[in-house]
């Protein structure tokens, strides 16, 4: 019966806290709407999720969550300092494949995310088999150091989330 009316409890809190944050005001009736939306969108979604991933270290979420800040953060001041004093005769732009452990496609789709999210690197392909990844990197004057990089911040961290 719970599961009938809460799919996706995760996904309804979510959606609640998204309304109530975008509608800037926290009133009875915007909590309300929000709690209509939360418990409706999940409903009529459920025939779309057939196989809900499995999170398996929610502490590894929130560290997960707090070392990609960090790096966004960081990304952003890198990649200004490049774009402020760095020449472009200078900049050493790459293409960088990253052979993935990862299977699933929720713990890759996340993965890629995050390389997106960094400023200053990009997801570019997945291959057909979704065994690499191809990431493109502003400034990048070694490849491997960016790859390994990758695989021990990101990778290994979602391995343990997902798999």
Not at 22 to 45: E, Y
Not at 60 to 67: D, G, K, T
Not at 89 to 107: F, G, S
Request: net charge neutral.
């Amino acid at each position: 019966m719970f599961s009938r009316i809460l799919p996706h409890p995760y996904l309804t809190l979510l959606l609640v806290v998204v309304w109530i944050l975008l509608q800037n005001t926290v009133s009875l009736g915007t909590f309300v709407f929000a709690l209509i939306l939360g418990l409706i969108i999940p409903i009529v979604t459920k025939p779309y999720w057939p196989d809900r991933p499995r999170l398996k270290n929610w502490p590894m979420i929130v560290e997960y969550a707090l070392v990609v800040l960090w790096d966004i953060v960081m990304a952003n001041i890198q990649v200004a300092w490049l774009i402020l004093f760095k020449r472009n005769a200078n900049m050493r732009p790459n293409w960088v494949t990253v052979p993935l452990e990862l299977r699933t496609p929720e713990a890759i789709t996340v993965l890629a995310g995050t390389i997106t999210m960094t400023p200053g690197t990009v997801s570019s392909d997945l291959s057909s088999e979704g065994h690499s990844l191809l990431v493109h990197c502003l400034h990048a004057p070694d490849p491997d150091a960016v790859r390994d990089e990758i695989k021990t911040r990101y990778e290994r961290r979602l391995k343990e989330i997902f798999e």
